[in-house]
């Protein structure tokens, strides 16, 4: 009996690893119709199918399942396997990671692909230090002012009620004489109904998601950085899968991250359209608006090369050699 009934347990194991699933969550912190949340479906879809169903990774989009500035950490200890980030957003914790968030040092798709290129190889040592891998990453689309009134230049927005979603565009409020507030891309739209803001930075793709035109009607076209999404993934979760499916894994990530900047590229011309169509003025900033934010551009790149030290300057060499 004991001999059968060991069988039994053995033939169960058997058939049990033979249909193991592993289970991960992917937390982000944009809406779902949000178009590199639509990528991240298309990538878990794509590992879904390349395994033949043995990893499942659940997008929790939208925050829901932590906070935009927590997934970090959270993918660093394991709670979540994978986690979307937005990088700039830790700057504070290493200069390297605001890098795509100064304005005018890569304000062009081509320019900010270099400055991902540069940016690359010491991005994945930093992550893999906190036991992380860097998977990919693709950016937003140019950022522009949303803003309540018509601007002309940037002392139209002293005093003004303006949100920040990192430490560069808090640091913009400050230099412009604007009243700085974070407020992270979920919370936006309450921030905008309650009238918590009043202009901020951000991509036409934020502008739509939030529905910032039914309380905000101008945009400012200045295109004056692509900041970067990064998804990331736990390296001991990512050790415990077996090879063809850490290969599967790693290749739905390349294609996601072509497919991403591709995406973001073709859909900020839409998002702005779609702007337009909601009732939203898309203003060419004028020169004297332009030269305000250069000097602000300026600023920034003086006072990051001086916290981000040899470190940061081997990354502007490389990508000035691009
Ligand atoms: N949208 C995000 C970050 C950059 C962007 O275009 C936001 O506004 O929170």
Excluded at 40 to 60: E, N, R
Aim: aromatic share 10%; net charge positive.
């Amino acid at each position: 009996m004991i001999h059968k009934f060991g069988l039994a347990m053995a033939a169960l194991t058997v058939g049990a690893s033979a249909f193991a699933q592993t289970k991960w969550d992917l937390p982000t912190a944009y809406p779902p119709t949000n178009f590199h949340t639509e990528n991240i479906s298309q990538f878990a879809a794509d590992v879904d199918k390349a395994t033949g169903g043995k990893l499942k990774i659940t997008v929790h989009s939208n925050a829901s399942l932590f906070k935009a500035p927590e997934i970090k950490r959270a993918v660093q200890g394991g709670q979540a396997q994978m986690g979307e980030i937005l990088l700039v957003n830790f700057q504070n914790e290493w200069q390297v990671f605001g890098a795509d968030g100064i304005p005018f040092l890569a304000d062009s798709y081509d320019a900010a692909w270099k400055l991902y290129q540069a940016q690359k190889p010491v991005l994945s040592k930093k992550l893999a230090e906190q036991g992380i891998m860097l998977l990919y990453t693709v950016a937003w689309p140019p950022q522009g002012i949303f803003v309540n009134k018509t601007i002309n230049s940037a002392a139209d927005l002293k005093g003004i009620k303006w949100r920040a979603y990192s430490p560069a565009t808090a640091r913009i409020g400050e230099l412009v004489g604007a009243q700085p507030v974070t407020v992270q891309q979920a919370e936006l739209s309450q921030a905008m109904a309650t009238g918590v803001i009043e202009s901020y930075m951000s991509s036409g793709s934020t502008g739509y998601d939030t529905k910032t035109y039914e309380y905000i009607k101008n945009f400012y076209d200045t295109q004056a950085w692509l900041p970067k999404n990064a998804v990331l993934v736990n390296k001991k979760a990512f050790d415990a899968l077996d090879k063809p499916t850490q290969d599967a894994l790693l290749k739905a990530g390349d294609e996601a991250e072509k497919r991403g900047w591709e995406l973001s590229k073709k859909k900020n011309l839409e998002y702005l359209e779609l702007l337009k169509k909601n009732g939203m003025t898309v203003h060419v900033p004028s020169a004297q608006l332009k030269a305000d934010m250069k000097k602000v551009g300026d600023t920034m790149i003086k006072e990051w090369t001086e916290k981000a030290g040899p470190e940061g300057q081997a990354v502007l060499d490389a990508y000035k050699k691009m």
